[in-house]
């Protein structure tokens, strides 16, 4: 009981440190990377929108479709989320209220203008063409419609 009681309390205190730490230096980094440029902030993000988006949902669709041992399910999610941090990070940042969220934004409006909108664009591009693509092989894999008989 006690154990776990610690465990808590480090967590929690893990998770303040985190909120406060990470956001900071994501926008620091990808500041540095933009480095206040208009144009490389549109592109890097929607790059970055567009790959760290489909990547980790096709890695799920392959991941749900199989008939794997829980452990193996769960490490294939963790490696998803994984894929997913630079969105989910940015994510933080912008939705964040907490001081390391707002010195964030503040970083990225200055550094990495356009970065923000141009991941979300990029991340809706993504998850359209992850449909579209699921919708054409399943469409594909579907026998043809039956031509009925013509009248003699």
Known sequence: MVTGAVLLVALVGIYFVAAAFIPRWWANHVGHSVNGRLATGALL??????????????????????????????????????????NLMTLGVTLGSGSGSHAGQ???????????????????????????????????????????????
């Open 45 to 86: 993000g929607f790059c970055f929108g567009v790959v760290f988006t489909i990547l980790p949902l096709g890695l799920l669709w392959i991941t749900l479709g199989r008939n794997l041992s829980w452990k193996i399910m769960a490490l294939w999610i963790a490696v998803a989320v994984l894929l997913a941090a630079p």
């Open 106 to 152: 503040r970083t990225m409006d200055v550094q990495a203008p356009m970065f923000r909108g141009a991941t979300l664009i990029g991340a809706l591009v993504a998850i359209a063409v992850f449909v579209a693509l699921i919708v054409a092989f399943r469409r594909r894999g579907r026998p043809p419609a039956a031509t009925p008989p013509a009248a003699t």
